[in-house]
């Protein structure tokens, strides 16, 4: 099993390319199965979700061919089964739900399981697919979803108890393309990628509006065509990045960004002590790393707020910025594993209650980690650039899920990093 060794103490400079975004892509490749034209979409990241997601498409009947980021994607006819195996792999793998329904009027998909983020429930996408006449069974753990009739458009607040959700959306949101009528989704997800997804089932046909706000209306058509797409950049990992350069750089460069996405992260790291400089098209940043530091308040949110996503990486970096700093998670309040282990490297931090009180440390030392998901693998790997010594991160398959080469981009900026078994 692949393991990172990080060497801290390297001088972060230079300027690298930010991928096209995981969590745009994942819906966009599920929407495919809307149409049976061909869809190019390119900047698809080379990261295992993305190809779990093109693995479950083949399963489902479609014809896939990638090539370095772009994915042209056929299927003249699909399964209306998902299979298990590939569909426990991921949990995004529920977007698939939307799309088989409304095109085949049933599908069966796998109810997915626990996550070490919290509880995932998929209780908002079941009450919205049902409100668009979908019948729901469970069996065998899997969900069955039936619309021998068709869809028929409808009014639906998705509202949870930790606000919108953003799959949630995607799926009433594919589903009701094709419905008949007009559906309406109230408290609606309005992230960028949800909005990424509506620009690309618009240009397949659909007829789409409010995405990005908190209502979206979606008139639905009889059938999509085939489209291209090019994938919004990632605003989760150029976060990552930014936060690598003001925990360890000298300048660092991140191309192909939207400044717009990156308006709360870049907030938080101002308000920390750190400079960051966007070009005048706002497609690429240079972060200077500040002299002054202090320790900042955060707390999660939905789109515009900051992102649970960006949540580990943050701690990472207040772990060793002078003063106190309170980082509460709304959205996921259990996922602060990675302070077990940010902890183990030196780190001061007492979570409780979905908040992390993180008094900085002047340095972290070296110690053998241990990755437990996608965003806390990353915060380790952030952490461990300027610990004292060599860090060994395990399980590092968690990190290759949603950072695509990320151990090439960071060698490419200076640090000392290697991949071992
Ligand atoms: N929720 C419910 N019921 C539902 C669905 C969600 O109560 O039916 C709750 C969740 O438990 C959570 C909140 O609503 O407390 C928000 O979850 P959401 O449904 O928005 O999460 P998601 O759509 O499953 C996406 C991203 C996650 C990201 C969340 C929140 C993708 C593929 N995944 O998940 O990304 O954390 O939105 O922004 O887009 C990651 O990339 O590391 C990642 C976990």
């Known amino acids: 099993m692949d393991k990172l060794i990080v060497h801290g103490g390297a001088t972060l400079s230079g300027a690298i390319n930010i991928s096209g975004s995981k969590n745009a892509s994942l819906p966009i490749l599920a929407a495919t199965l809307l149409t049976a034209e061909e869809c190019v979409i390119r900047r698809v990241p080379d990261v295992s979700d993305t190809n779990y997601m093109i693995q479950i498409l083949?399963?489902?009947?479609m014809e896939v061919e990638?090539?370095?980021?772009?994915?042209?994607?056929?299927?003249?006819?699909?399964?209306?089964?998902?299979?298990?195996?590939?569909?426990?792999?991921?949990?995004?793998?529920?977007?698939?739900?939307?799309?088989?329904?409304?095109?085949n009027r049933r599908c069966v998909v796998s109810l997915p399981g626990g996550c070490v983020i919290g509880d995932r429930p998929v209780d908002l996408h079941l009450r919205g697919l049902e409100a668009l006449g979908a019948k729901v069974e469970f069996e065998a753990g899997n969900i069955t979803l039936t619309a021998t009739h068709g869809l028929r458009g409808a009014e639906i607040d998705l509202r949870g108890t930790h606000g919108p959700t953003v799959l949630g959306t995607d799926n009433v949101m594919m589903a009701a393309t094709l419905a008949e009528g007009t559906t309406v989704i109230e408290s609606a997800a309005a992230e960028p990628e949800v909005l990424d997804l509506a620009n690309f089932l618009n240009s397949m046909g659909a007829k789409i509006?409010?995405?990005?706000?908190?209502?979206?209306?979606?008139?639905?058509?009889?059938?999509?065509?085939?489209?291209?797409?090019?994938?919004?950049?990632?605003?989760?990992?150029?976060?990552?990045?930014?936060?690598?350069?003001?925990?360890?750089?000298d300048a660092v460069t991140l191309r192909r960004v939207n400044r717009e996405h990156l308006k709360v992260i870049t907030a938080a790291l101002e308000s920390s002590g750190h400079r960051v400089v966007f070009n005048d098209a706002g497609d690429a940043c240079t972060?200077?790393?500040g002299g002054n530091l202090a320790g900042v308040d955060l707390v999660?949110?939905?789109?515009?707020?900051?992102?649970?996503?960006?949540?580990?990486?943050?701690?990472?970096?207040?772990?060793?910025?002078?003063?106190?700093?309170?980082?509460?998670?709304?959205i996921f309040p259990q996922r602060f594993m990675h302070c077990?282990?940010?902890?183990?490297?030196?780190?001061?931090?007492?979570?409780?209650?979905?908040?992390?009180?993180?008094?900085?440390?002047?340095?972290?030392?070296?110690?053998?980690?241990?990755?437990?998901?996608?965003?806390?693998?990353?915060?380790?790997?952030?952490?461990?650039?300027?610990?004292?010594?060599?860090?060994?991160?395990?399980?590092?398959?968690?990190?290759?899920?949603?950072?695509?080469h990320i151990d090439e981009k960071f060698l490419m900026l200076g640090a000392r990093v290697e991949r071992a078994q």
Do not use: W
Request: aromatic share 4%; with cysteine; hydrophobic share 45%.
């Open 58 to 61: 083949s399963a489902l009947g």
């Open 66 to 103: 990638r090539s370095s980021g772009t994915v042209r994607i056929v299927g003249e006819k699909v399964s209306d089964e998902a299979p298990y195996e590939l569909v426990r792999r991921m949990r995004a793998s529920i977007c698939v739900m939307g799309p088989l329904l409304a095109r």
């Open 209 to 249: 509006s409010g995405a990005g706000t908190r209502r979206i209306v979606i008139e639905g058509v009889s059938a999509l065509h085939g489209t291209e797409h090019n994938v919004i950049p990632d605003r989760i990992e150029a976060g990552t990045f930014m936060v690598a350069a003001a925990l360890a750089g």
């Open 287 to 289: 972060i200077y790393r």
């Open 300 to 330: 999660t949110a939905p789109y515009p707020g900051y992102p649970t996503d960006m949540q580990a990486q943050m701690t990472a970096l207040l772990a060793t910025t002078p003063g106190l700093s309170v980082i509460k998670d709304t």
């Open 340 to 404: 077990a282990e940010l902890k183990r490297m030196g780190a001061d931090i007492k979570v409780d209650q979905g908040t992390a009180i993180v008094r900085g440390v002047a340095q972290l030392s070296a110690a053998p980690v241990m990755a437990s998901d996608l965003r806390a693998s990353a915060a380790l790997v952030l952490a461990a650039l300027t610990a004292k010594g060599r860090t060994e991160i395990s399980r590092l398959y968690h990190i290759d899920r949603g950072y695509e």
